[in-house]
């Protein structure tokens, strides 16, 4: 467990300082730089005791800040807080660039399984018709293949992803760019509260704080953070969903763009990505989950290039977790997903990641009841 | 001057010996080593003194073969007959795995100088409304540039790139998988017709043969050859034309393909092209021209990859001829392409071709009256 200083700590942080906001808020960049050296523990000391050179500013609202006021605010809002080291703090937050000071989450999901096989589904919201229905069905096909969707719960583009993965009752992540108490748009508290019910909504901004152009820009970095692959589904030419596959570039994740008719603008953002050789053109979940996670890739995040992959089929090529579950598996009786589990003492959401794995490249099949084993068509993979 | 005997030994090994189809004629593959070996006459010389194993059947169709006679069917439906060395024999054939026979053309256009800036435009019989229009305006973009749109003359995709180029007037070339004097599909014979006004319709099978499915794929060799570059507009995940996008890749030839609605079995060969790295995401006349005539390439038909090519932007990045040109025009003065084309003793659609160049990377701009010079911003080119 985490110490209850370095919780304390990082709440209060999190209230005094807005992370991609030092500059904006005359705070000195010394206040980060205390941070990564010291820890919050220890540079939440410095400033208190006045050790901080030219942060005032900041001591001053530190000096307001009731952490207990503050903690009691996120619990009647119905949320939690969850810092580094606890069981629900994702993997995909541990760099530097991306670490928020908290998460406040919200929902009866367990983030960090279903980060662990997650796609992030972006786009406009200035979206089409075709748009939408392609991200519905990325978002129902991701989900009925165990695969959480990532978005922002705003209209166009992110709305259909979710509400796709929602019809077939998948665990998704909303991440907001306000409190855990506020939702933008007004108009999607029912969305955002349904994802709560099987999923989590996650933020970084306190409880009360409003959305803001800034925070879109430093909320699309989490989205990211929390994927496995990002996907854009339509994107104008300077769409802020852009921004989030710059942030999926820069953290070494794929990223993957849906393309469109060339005579619609709302496709044009993904045309230049694709062209560029900055994106994957996909077309469906399957081509999503081929980045996402290909198969005999012994580190999923550090992939280079799904294609480079060719037609290999052996079963030599599988990850040792894909294995593990690969050797479950029987020919001919199903085996169900619990029962993989039990065997293996692997999470679900662990299995059902090698699963799906496997099951794109031809190694397992879905039957009626569980899981089967194949062996592949020695044809090439794509 | 081409020889009178090699263009006599050529029209008869053209009514004689059909490219592609040596092993389902049951013609020994003798038959095509001699031609390599000894030339159109000498292999002729040696059929006809039966010195060719197992080649009787051909020995009895070329003794049975009027030269005068096909020389004469030939002028009698307007055509005329070209083979290597003369003035209207393409570069673009000068390779052993493409090279005709001989070529029957019928039209005013002049074939080597239309082909030398020249861009196929292929795609699905089977088309949308969708990818009718962008091929229309695909045609009539390259064409209004001073390039010339080569493609098949079939229902679809094929003849939407041919009509707009017809509608700015811009001089095109129909391949044809029929002899000169007949028309598939029969509905387009005016096409046809008007595409001989301004271009040139062009066949390598002889007066009166009809055409058939294997035609059809020898045939597609002849637009890849014939052309730049190769872009396929719309094709399913077997259309003929990713067989013409399969030839270019072989020849050589950059291949572009236009993306389109995911949900449209249409655009699924586009795609799949384009996932594999087998061809250019296009999304329009300026995208494929960057393709087939990319600033900076000493040999523009040896290119890699433009996007390799970056944002340079200096003269220096310029080929020979292109940098002629680009000297020749002044930044106040308008230059007519006639002008430019005596000043440089260069053709004329040499002179476009280079112009459409420099224009593309804004070294050179039109304006009312003819060209004038420019200085290119120093913003990335894409």
Chains 1, 2 share one sequence.
Do not use: K
């Not at 005094?16 to 000391?45: F, K, T, Y």
């Not at 070494?252 to 849906?258: E, L, S, T």
């Not at 894909?322 to 959401?349: C, F, K, M, N, W």
Request: charged share 25%.
């Amino acid at each position: 467990m985490v110490g209850t200083d370095e919780r304390r700590a990082r709440l209060a942080w999190a209230v005094v300082l807005e992370i991609g906001q030092e500059r904006a808020s005359h705070d000195p960049p010394a206040l980060c730089r205390s941070i990564r050296e010291h820890g919050h523990v220890g540079a939440w000391h410095r400033l208190v005791a006045g050790e901080l050179r030219g942060a005032d500013g900041a001591r001053a609202r530190v000096l307001q800040t009731d952490v207990d006021a503050e903690l009691s605010r996120v619990e009647r809002v119905g949320a939690r807080v969850v810092v580094p080291g606890d069981d629900e703090w994702p993997d995909g937050l541990a760099d530097e660039r991306v670490e928020p000071h908290v998460l406040y989450l919200r929902g009866t999901g367990h983030l960090r399984h279903v980060a662990a096989c997650a796609v992030g589904v972006v786009g406009s919201r200035a979206s089409t018709g075709y748009g939408e229905a392609v991200a519905r069905d990325l978002g129902a096909g991701l989900s009925s293949r165990g695969w959480g969707v990532v978005s922002g719960a705003a209209f166009g583009i992110d709305a259909a992803a979710h509400l796709g993965a929602l019809a077939v009752g998948g665990p998704g992540v909303a991440v907001l760019a306000c409190g855990p108490d506020q939702v933008y748009p007004q108009a999607h508290r029912r969305l955002v509260d349904e994802i709560a019910q099987t999923g989590v909504v996650v933020t970084e901004q306190p409880v009360g704080r409003v959305a803001r152009r800034h925070r879109f820009l430093t909320r699309n970095r989490l989205i990211a953070a929390l994927s496995r692959c990002v996907v854009v589904v339509e994107a104008g030419p300077r769409s802020g969903s852009l921004n989030t596959a710059g942030w999926a570039e820069a953290l070494g994740r794929p990223v993957g763009a849906v393309p469109g008719p060339v005579t619609s603008m709302a496709s044009a953002g993904c045309h230049e990505r694709i062209s560029r050789g900055e994106a994957h053109l996909v077309t469906d979940a399957e081509d999503v989950l081929r980045l996402a996670a290909p198969i005999g890739d012994p580190d999923l995040l550090a992939r280079e290039d799904v294609g480079a992959l060719g037609p290999a089929r052996d079963a030599d090529v599988l990850t040792q977790h894909q294995r593990q579950v690969y050797d479950v598996l029987a020919p001919r009786r199903e085996s169900s997903v619990g029962h993989i589990a039990t065997e293996l003492a692997l999470p679900v959401t662990e299995v059902l990641t090698q699963l799906a794995a496997l099951q794109l490249e031809g190694f397992a099949a879905q039957g009626e009841s569980g899981w089967v084993r194949r062996h592949p068509a020695g044809s090439p993979h794509r």
